[in-house]
């Protein structure tokens, strides 16, 4: 069985337990036995440039990495506070009706992935390509920093790339983040959140089709922060050569961020707010 399949089939089995502990009779089974057939598949997109698609083959390590990173939503859906009173329940949830998922302990999430070639994000200030924000405490100086104040769950690099980023609560002024938007709109190229609506390749395709959705790449390396790198270059212009609505800032933070972080400059412009192509920035 090819790995993409394995991992698939781990998460339905996830998905559809209703025992007491979920680590022990499913995920370390499976590890046992397909850990180390994963771990290769996996192995060439560790370094950016590793590994390029250059024609489509079925289960492919996109394919892969993106069951994978479901396997990981499932088991880290837990860690997540509810979605705030009154607010409408995203599409992924009807699908799925995550909270019947089984809980693990971070301790078992985390020696999970690290039997699959993965290391956790250390402790480092806040950066978007690190750090997913759950929840904003406005600073009363709009100029004020981003700072992080607690840890939600852990986030996981495979060697050069990002798997998942760590999920942290923050306090920052209004310039940077803004409380109800930061942490409020919807999340994408991510499958499931708890706390929030989500977007990926696969909602809205059919049972096998939703398994043909690719990983977003990202990566970190000595000169770069590398986002999006399988997609076209950011540009003005949307697929139609139509001019984007979205200022370069706010595409900037779309494709960092995953989400809007203020409120758009042109209101109505939210329709055309989704990540857009590549985008590059320089550590220095």
């Known amino acids: ?36 057939a994963v771990r290769e598949a996996l192995a060439p ?20 990495l993106y069951a994978l990173s479901r ?11 509810l979605l705030p009173p009154g607010s409408e329940i995203p599409w992924a949830h009807d699908i799925h009706e995550p909270e019947r998922w089984p809980h693990v302990t971070r301790d078992q999430y985390l020696s999970a992935f690290s039997r699959l070639g993965m290391v956790p994000i ?14 904003v405490a406005q600073h009363e100086r709009p100029e004020a920093p981003v700072e992080i104040t607690g840890t939600v769950w852990p986030g996981l690099m495979l060697g050069e790339m ?29 499958f499931m959140r708890r706390y929030r609506e989500t977007f990926d390749g696969s909602l809205g395709w059919g049972h ?10 990202d990566y970190l390396t000595d000169t770069a922060f590398r986002f999006n790198v399988d997609e076209e270059p950011d ?15 706010e595409r900037s ?19 055309d707010a989704s990540p857009g192509g590549r985008f590059t920035i320089s550590r220095t």
């Not at 089995?13 to 499913?26: I, N, R, S």
């Not at 540009?235 to 800032?249: F, H, M, N, W, Y």
Request: with cysteine; proline share 6%; charged share 25%.
């Open 162 to 190: 990002l798997f998942s980023r760590t999920g942290v609560m923050v306090r920052a002024g209004a310039q940077h983040l803004v409380a109800g938007i930061a942490d409020r709109s919807p999340l994408h190229d991510v």
């Open 235 to 249: 540009s003005e212009q949307d697929i139609l050569g139509k001019p984007r609505r979205l200022t370069p800032a």
């Open 71 to 81: 396997v990981s939503d499932a088991l880290m859906y837990k860690f997540q506070p």
């Open 1 to 36: 069985m090819i790995p993409a399949l394995r991992v698939r089939q781990l998460f339905l089995t996830v998905e559809e337990y209703q025992g007491v502990d979920v680590f022990l009779a499913v995920v370390d089974p499976w590890l046992d036995e397909h850990a180390d």
């Open 208 to 217: 096998n089709s939703q398994w043909r959705t690719d990983f977003r790449r």
């Open 122 to 135: 250390g402790d480092v200030a806040f950066e978007p390509f690190f750090h997913e924000v759950v929840h």
């Open 45 to 64: 997109l560790a370094a950016f440039g590793g590994w390029t698609r250059t024609e489509y083959e079925f289960g492919d390590p996109l394919e892969t």
């Open 253 to 271: 933070d779309l494709v960092r961020h995953r989400c809007l972080t203020r409120p758009l400059q042109d209101p109505g412009a939210s329709q």
